[in-house]
């Protein structure tokens, strides 16, 4: 069983920066970053693919988040830019660990989640 520890969460000032890191303990297909506000659905935020360049992102994060990757450190990161206080969210860390059709989006593709961290943005 892969599992996933992310760090970096924190409380943060609107219009600042806050970067999210999860670590792997084995080999994965692909990782996403999903956040979940109190009352709300979990929704996808972005998405890549290890040993690709290929990246998605939900419309609320084009041009202001940005999803990276260090294949050898089996991380990902996720680089928050001009954050905003409804960006604030348990952030939580998925990833599929061998290919599967589903949508990046789905919450059901992902075969393994981590505990999530807290991103509080203050107005």
């Known amino acids: 069983q892969v599992r996933l520890v992310e760090s970096g969460g924190g409380s943060v000032q609107a219009g600042r920066s806050l970067r999210l890191t999860c670590t792997a303990s084995g080999n994965i297909y692909s990782t996403a970053w999903f956040r979940q506000a109190p009352g709300k659905e979990r929704e996808g935020v972005a998405t890549?693919?290890?040993?690709?360049?290929?990246?998605y992102y939900a419309s609320f994060a084009k041009g202001r988040f940005t999803i990276s990757q260090d294949d050898a450190k089996r991380t990902v990161y996720l680089q928050m830019d001009s954050v905003k206080p409804e960006d604030t969210a348990m952030y939580y860390c998925?990833?599929?660990?061998?290919?599967?059709?589903?949508?990046?989006?789905?919450?059901?593709?992902?075969?393994?989640w981590g505990q999530g961290t807290q991103v509080t943005v203050s107005s």
């Open positions: 998925a990833a599929r660990v061998t290919y599967n059709s589903g949508n990046w989006t789905r919450t059901a593709t992902y075969d393994t």
């Open positions: 890549c693919y290890r040993g690709f360049s290929l990246t």
